[in-house]
T-cell receptor, first 116, second 112 residues
Framework: EAGVAQSPRYKIIEKRQSVAFWCNPI?????LYWYQQILGQGPKLLIQ????????DSQLPKDRFSAERLKGVDSTLKIQPAKLEDSAVYLC??????????????FGPGTRLTVL | AQSVAQPEDQVNVAEGNPLTVKCTYS??????LFWYVQYPNRGLQFLLK??????LVKGSYGFEAEFNKSQTSFHLKKPSALVSDSALYFC??????????FGKGTRLSVIA
C-alpha cells in the first residue's frame, strides 16, 4: 500500500514570498491533516479535512495560510506571504475513518521549508 | 487545555538493555494516547495506541506501553534495545473531537 505522498521535500524562499505544498493521502482515507513541526517541537495541527470539508482550522493563521482539499483527495497548503517564523517541516497525515481523533494517522515524509 | 510532557530530551541505553521513554499527559476524561517514531528526514511512523481496554498495549517492532490512569502516564518500553531503535519518539494525547497534542519528543540513542 502506497503511503502519504508530499512534494516538494525541501523549499527555500525569501520572506514575503508565497509557497505551496501538495499532499496525496493514502487511497480511500477520508480524513486529511496538515501539521506544522518547528525544530525541537512536536507537530501542531493546522487544519483537518473530512472528505473535502474543513473539520478544524482553529490553529491555522488564516491571514497568511490557506488550504484546500480537491474532490476529497489531494490537498494543497499555501502560505502567502511567508514570514521567518514559518520555517518548519510541514507534515501531511491521513486516516481511514472520519470523525474523532482515536483513529491512527499515517504521516507523509514532510516538506522542510526555510524562509530567509 | 490538553498537554503532553516528555521529561527527557535524550535517553541513552546500551544495546540489549531494556529501554523506557517517559510520557505524562493532562487530558480531562478518558484520553486517546499514541506513540510515534521519527527517523531522520522521514515522517512520523505509528508504533501503538491506547483507546480503551487493556492497560498494556503492544505495538510494532517489539514496543509496548502501559496506560496508568492514576499517574497519567503512558511510558514506552522495550525489553531489549537495538541500535536501529535510535530515533526521535513522540507521545501524543487527545480526547473526543479535540485534536491530538504532541510532546516535544525524546531522542533515543542505543549504543552498541
Amino acid at each position: 500500500e502506497a503511503g502519504v505522498a508530499q512534494s516538494p521535500r525541501y523549499k527555500i524562499i525569501e520572506k514575503r514570498q508565497s509557497v505551496a505544498f501538495w499532499c496525496n493521502p493514502i487511497s480511500g482515507h477520508a480524513t486529511l491533516y496538515w501539521y506544522q513541526q518547528i525544530l525541537g517541537q512536536g507537530p501542531k495541527l493546522l487544519i483537518q479535512f473530512q472528505n473535502n470539508g474543513v473539520v478544524d482550522d482553529s490553529q491555522l493563521p488564516k491571514d497568511r495560510f490557506s488550504a484546500e482539499r480537491l474532490k476529497g483527495v489531494d490537498s494543497t497548503l499555501k502560505i502567502q506571504p511567508a514570514k521567518l517564523e514559518d520555517s518548519a517541516v510541514y507534515l501531511c497525515a491521513s486516516s481511514l475513518e472520519a470523525g474523532g481523533y482515536s483513529y491512527t494517522q499515517y504521516f507523509g515524509p514532510g516538506t522542510r521549508l526555510t524562509v530567509l | 487545555a490538553q498537554s503532553v510532557a516528555q521529561p527527557e530530551d535524550q535517553v541513552n541505553v546500551a544495546e540489549g538493555n531494556p529501554l523506557t521513554v517517559k510520557c505524562t499527559y493532562s487530558v480531562s476524561g478518558n484520553p486517546y494516547l499514541f506513540w510515534y517514531v521519527q527517523y531522520p528526514n522521514r515522517g512520523l511512523q505509528f508504533l501503538l495506541k491506547y483507546i480503551t481496554g487493556d492497560n498494556l498495549v503492544k505495538g510494532s517492532y517489539g514496543f509496548e506501553a502501559e496506560f496508568n490512569k492514576s499517574q497519567t502516564s503512558f511510558h514506552l518500553k522495550k525489553p531489549s534495545a537495538l541500535v536501529s531503535d535510535s530515533a526521535l519518539y513522540f507521545c501524543a494525547a487527545g480526547r473526543g473531537n479535540t485534536p491530538l497534542v504532541f510532546g516535544k519528543g525524546t531522542r533515543l540513542s542505543v549504543i552498541a
